[in-house]
């Protein structure tokens, strides 16, 4: 009879090594995935939550590490510094109807971090409820008071009582501690500064055309007192002229008559007097007939 002779196969010494490597590292990424999300980086600035279930386990606010349950718990970071968020402008109106528009910025941090995830959950709806209870604030103050009070009112008096109806509400409800409320500026609505643009427009074309009208009534007036000054002043001077005239005249008479006082004088003169009317009429080729009865043919007769 054959015997059969069964063997047992023996191990390869060289795959067992490779195997317990494949394995040991597997564990080892197993690890370092298991770590990494059980570790929490916590930063000065902020609040980090751990949810589990959407349910707030633990809240860090110390920088550093901290630990949760991998895979179970959600880490969530909240701002811990101060945040400046320039709020919507408000349309409001006065106590005596006037409407305005105010625009102002709120400063504001997270002192209570599980009341903040409560009620707002994130910074988003939390500047949603700011907005909202800042402008009840501002129209329930505004209204109040008439618009001059408003504006001589404007500064740290103002902030301050819209700040403090905010603050309590915030720190009450959503954990949140307001620093301070500051009203940048007050407008008109744009309708209402339309027609302001308008009416001011009309009213500064309804100041020129007063100006120009002034101006040349005015005008007209020192135009008038001028001419009135020239004809003044013309006639003044026409009479002063006569008056001169005259008397040049008579002065020139009286020295006439001084000069040729005597017969022999005066027959000089007109002698004198002939000789120039005979002398202006002798221009150019020029014939001269007199009467042999006047004074110079006589003269010339007896030369």
Not at 9 to 27: E, H, R, S
Not at 66 to 78: G, M, S, Y
Not at 148 to 173: C, F, K, P, W, Y
Not at 264 to 292: H, N, Q
Request: hydrophobic residues 40%; aromatic residues 8%; contains cysteine.
């Amino acid at each position: 009879m054959e015997h059969k002779t069964e063997h047992t196969p023996v191990p390869d010494p060289k795959g067992l090594p490779f195997t317990k490597l494949i394995v040991w590292g597997a564990i080892l990424i197993l690890a370092l995935i298991v770590l990494s999300n059980s570790i929490v980086y916590v930063y000065e600035d902020r609040y980090v939550c751990v949810k589990r279930f959407n349910r707030v386990v633990a809240i860090h606010d110390e920088p550093g590490l901290a630990f949760k349950v991998p895979f179970l718990d959600v880490a969530q970071e909240i701002p811990k510094n101060a945040i400046i968020y320039d709020l919507q402008p408000s349309d409001v109106l006065t106590k005596d109807t006037k409407a305005m528009t105010v625009s102002s910025y709120a400063i504001w941090r997270i002192v209570d971090p599980l009341k903040f995830l409560q009620n707002a959950e994130n910074t988003y709806n939390a500047e949603r409820r700011l907005d909202a209870l800042t402008y009840n604030a501002v129209k329930n103050l505004i209204s109040s008071m008439d618009q001059l009070d408003v504006i001589s009112t404007r500064g740290q008096e103002l902030d301050r009582n819209i700040a403090s109806n905010v603050r309590e509400q915030m720190l009450s409800n959503y954990g949140i501690y307001v620093v301070d409320i500051k009203i940048k500026q007050f407008d008109l609505p744009q309708d209402n500064k339309d027609a302001v643009y308008t009416r001011m427009i009309s009213d500064r074309a309804q100041l020129a055309a007063r100006y120009n009208a002034q101006g040349r009534s005015e005008a007209d007036i020192i135009k008038n007192t001028a001419d009135r000054e020239v004809v003044v002043l013309v006639s003044q001077a026409r009479s002063k002229s006569e008056q001169l005239r005259g008397e040049g005249e008579r002065e020139y008479m009286r020295i006439l008559a001084e000069a040729y006082n005597t017969p022999e004088r005066a027959e000089f003169y007109e002698f004198v007097r002939s000789m120039d009317a005979l002398k202006a009429s002798l221009r150019g080729e020029t014939t001269v007939i007199m009467p042999m009865d006047t004074p110079l043919m006589r003269w010339l007769a007896e030369k």
